[in-house]
């Protein structure tokens, strides 16, 4: 019925979430259910949530975001990039080197 290919697939599939499931219940029943006042409290970006609402935010919280964005962008598309790097002609890699010399372009604005 099923190839051997998409057998062995069903199998991991079937394992890994028979797997994720098991650690997931044992997590649930070993660990620790005592509530205290650091668990309860809220936090957030390590400001304290009632303070002011028109207190600026650092620059810098900004830039990791942006910085992070770019990074992540560039491995998006450079990944597929390189795995069918064989497949590919010659313009696409120029197409490639315009993408990263505007990410470039972008860090160092940023």
Not at 22 to 31: G, N, W
Not at 43 to 50: A, D, I, K
Not at 70 to 98: G, H, K
Request: aromatic share 22%; glycine share 2%.
């Amino acid at each position: 019925m099923f190839n051997s290919y998409y057998t062995s697939i069903l199998i991991f599939f079937i394992l890994s979430t028979l797997l994720s499931f098991i650690i997931f219940a044992l997590s649930f029943i070993l660990s620790s259910k005592a509530n205290d006042l650091d668990k309860i409290s809220s936090y957030e970006c390590g400001f304290s949530p009632f303070e002011d609402t028109k207190n600026e935010f650092n620059i810098k919280f900004y830039l990791v975001g942006i910085l992070f964005l770019v990074f992540d962008l560039e491995l998006s598309f450079l990944f597929p990039y390189i795995v069918s790097l064989n497949a590919v002609d010659q313009m696409v890699t120029y197409y490639m080197m315009i993408f990263l010399i505007l990410l470039t372009v972008g860090f160092v604005y940023e």
